[in-house]
């Protein structure tokens, strides 16, 4: 199973943004049951962010929106008026069923969010 984060870049403060997470799994038989973003700011531990069920971290509830459309392995992360200490490395994260390993976490690569003041 590989998660795929998209949609990093440099912003201005006051700007938006909106990252990708795609759930894949090389053609086998794979379900999500759940996604969530992270994200880990430079010399900080990673923290939660959002998640499927519109729980969101206090330093960014009203500013960032969990989105999920039509295509149930494909979740993303629109996030609004960005502020400096929004910098950060952004990963996804999936509770993924597979037939050979159950409801297993996943962790995308990470990408990268910058917003300059």
């Known amino acids: 199973v590989q998660l795929q984060a998209s949609g990093g870049g440099v912003v201005q403060a006051g700007g938006s943004l909106r990252l990708a997470c795609t759930a894949s799994?090389?053609?086998?038989?794979?379900?999500?049951?759940?996604f969530a973003w992270y994200r880990q700011g430079p010399g900080m531990e990673r923290e939660f962010v959002a998640d499927g069920r519109h729980r969101y971290a206090d330093s960014v509830d009203g500013r960032f929106d969990f989105l999920r459309f039509s295509d149930e392995n494909t979740v993303y992360l629109q996030m609004n008026k960005l502020r400096p200490e929004d910098t950060a490395v952004y990963y996804c994260?999936?509770?993924?069923?597979?037939?050979?390993?159950?409801?297993?976490?996943?962790w995308g690569q990470g990408t990268q969010v910058t917003v300059s003041s």
């Open positions: 799994a090389s053609g086998k038989r794979f379900k999500v049951n759940s």
């Open positions: 994260s999936g509770n993924v069923w597979t037939p050979a390993e159950g409801s297993t976490d996943y």
